[in-house]
């Protein structure tokens, strides 16, 4: 079945410390995969999403993603993480035969001051 | 403000008696879906909706019900709620969810005792 996985449950950095977040999807062709935040006690907010084209995708705050075909993985990474990055992540993509969408299970980051 | 509105925010009640929780947009979105959200277990998709009287079942289906009599409204209803359906709910809206992803509501945490 077509899926995204995230494998990190959660993960605890210091502040200024390099983010990356593992995604593996499970599609066949063209996939729209996104990844989204949610901060303490607030929804689901868009990161980024990778359409097509260049597999590098900038996002907000900071956030950028790269999708790598071959390996059928789209991380998301920071270079310098702040203590208010603190929130799970969701990775996501599209179902099968569907306009809908799969979520990952998530990873929480705790960024500690 | 383009939005998507849940209410109530929290709620708790008892076995068995029934509850409606409702979601609105106002963005003429065709899509709209509802999701579960659960430590360890990420977004489960209840059930989802392509356009009005148009529902389908998601991968947690069991226990609840929807309606889509208007293309604005898309109202969780459990008939007889039972203490595992405590979660944190979501409902979202999109033009085309595997395309651009969908836009969340700010949850209703459910209790039920």
């Known amino acids: 079945a077509q899926s995204v996985s995230q494998h990190n449950h959660h993960v605890i950095l210091s502040e200024a410390a390099s983010l990356e977040l593992g995604c593996n999807y499970s599609y066949g062709g063209t996939v729209n995969l996104f990844w989204y935040v949610q901060y303490p006690g607030q929804h689901l907010q868009l990161l980024l999403k990778y359409f097509s084209g260049d597999p590098l995708v900038k996002g907000i705050k900071g956030f950028e993603a790269e999708f790598i075909k071959s390996k059928f993985s789209f991380n998301l990474r920071k270079p310098s993480v702040q203590w208010s990055d603190t929130a799970e992540y969701f990775c996501?993509?599209?179902?099968?035969?569907?306009?809908?969408?799969?979520f990952g299970t998530g990873t929480r980051l705790t960024v500690i001051p | 403000e383009a939005q998507v509105t849940q209410n109530p925010r929290y709620l708790i009640t008892v076995t068995g008696k029934k509850l409606t929780v409702t979601c609105s947009q106002n963005m003429n979105h065709e899509y709209m879906s509802w999701y579960r959200q659960d430590p360890g277990l990420g977004l489960r998709q209840i059930y989802y909706s392509m356009n009005v009287e148009v529902t389908d079942k998601g991968d947690v289906p069991e226990g609840y019900k929807v309606s889509r009599k208007e293309k604005r409204n898309f109202p969780l209803i459990l008939e007889s709620p039972s203490p595992n359906q405590t979660s944190l709910y979501f409902c979202a809206s999109s033009l085309a969810p595997g395309v651009v992803g969908y836009t969340f509501g700010s949850g209703t945490r459910l209790t039920v005792v």
């Open positions: 996501a993509g599209p179902r099968t035969g569907a306009n809908n969408l799969f």
